[in-house]
């Protein structure tokens, strides 16, 4: 596939966003290729598909994100799910964040915030602090999610799923704001593993195992809340138990998981 550019170095209608599909029976398909988008439309948005399912495909291809320009602000709204999703910032920038958002008034198109589906990888690079906000929506990533030094995931009291058939991991040596709300591991094979620098990572909500693999790559998993696990837990690491009120935990008899108490 080639290369396709929104970066809005001409005129441009602003009540639609740098990259458009917003009506639920326009077609969206995705199978390789990469799009790269700069400069926001500001309120209405960087990126903008509302098709509904019947009207969109995605089994391929890179969506970049580059935060730039001079808008306050760096909306995303799909209801398509995406393959590979990049978010840099430029140096020097406005725009600090990309955040699920609301994304314009239009009349017959999908105008409110849904959350983030991305097939494969989900990349925040690191270079002049790029933050992803995921606004309360829930993240859901099938390959590698990867939060590189510099970068800052601010998940809210969203759940992070990871949901793959293949291996994954996740890599944190950015910042994860207050840690994560939920987790959940539902692989239908394949194991998750933990990378990165930061040597812990913190849930203060639900940590649910659902299937598949856990690796903890040797970091503690602090589990500020309840705890569920019908998968396997591996590692040299653990999942701590350290929130401050009474917390529960279930384990089924066939699988394993290391708990300390803190």
């Known amino acids: 596939g080639g290369v396709f550019k929104a ?4 005129g441009s209608d602003g009540a639609y966003a ?26 209405t948005g960087a990126l903008h598909i509302g098709s509904n399912a019947a009207s969109y495909s995605v089994t391929g291809g890179t969506i970049n994100v580059i935060l730039s320009g001079t808008g306050g602000s760096f909306p995303l709204l799909s209801t398509a799910p995406l393959w590979n999703l990049t978010i840099s910032r430029v140096a020097g920038a406005t725009p ?8 314009g008034s239009i009349s017959g198109a999908t105008n409110t915030a849904k959350p983030l589906v991305v097939q494969n990888d989900f990349i925040i690079e690191g270079a002049n602090t790029p933050q992803f906000v995921a606004n309360n929506l829930d993240v859901t990533v099938g390959g590698d999610f990867i939060v590189q030094s510099g970068a800052v995931y601010t998940p ?12 994954q991991a996740f890599d944190i040596s950015g910042t994860v704001t207050s840690g994560l709300n939920n987790l959940v591991v539902s692989k239908p094979s394949g ?13 203060r909500g639900v940590l649910t195992l659902s299937s ?18 019908d998968a396997v837990h591996t590692g040299t690491g653990s999942v701590t138990l350290n929130g401050s009120s ?8 066939r699988e394993s998981l290391e708990i300390l108490y803190w």
């Open 7 to 10: 970066i809005g170095t001409g």
């Open 18 to 43: 740098r990259f458009s599909l917003p009506y639920p029976e326009q077609v969206f398909i995705m199978t390789g290729g990469t799009i790269n988008i700069r400069n926001s439309q500001s309120s």
């Open 212 to 229: 598949g693999i856990l690796n903890d790559g040797g970091k503690v998993i602090q589990a500020r809340a309840s705890v569920q696990n």
């Open 246 to 253: 009474t917390q529960s935990f279930l384990v089924t008899e």
């Open 96 to 103: 600090t964040a990309v955040t699920l958002a609301n994304i």
């Open 156 to 167: 809210g009291n969203n759940t992070t799923t990871f949901d793959g058939s293949d291996d």
């Open 191 to 203: 194991t998750i593993t933990l990378t990165g620098s930061n040597s812990s990572l913190i849930v």
